[in-house]
């Protein structure tokens, strides 16, 4: 559901950062469900990596709303240099 999303979502970078996010705690909650508490590690490890891409998300998102005014992926052209 949230790869669908992830190539669906077009419009707006929002959207698809929410959704990655989703993807990457689907993926912890699999790991907690599926294996025995010796994984707990790798658990950890997965929760900060999500974190850490979510913050580098967010701040693209916020340079990107800042210079161009929205957060539309349409807006970054490489023919506005």
Known sequence: MSVCCVL???IHLLMALLA???MILSMTLMVIMLTNSSWTMFIIIMLTMGACE???GLACMTAMSRSYGNDFP???TLNKC
Do not use: F
């Open 74 to 76: 349409n807006s970054l």
């Open 8 to 10: 669906l979502q077009r």
């Open 20 to 22: 990655l996010e989703a």
């Open 54 to 56: 979510a913050s580098l």
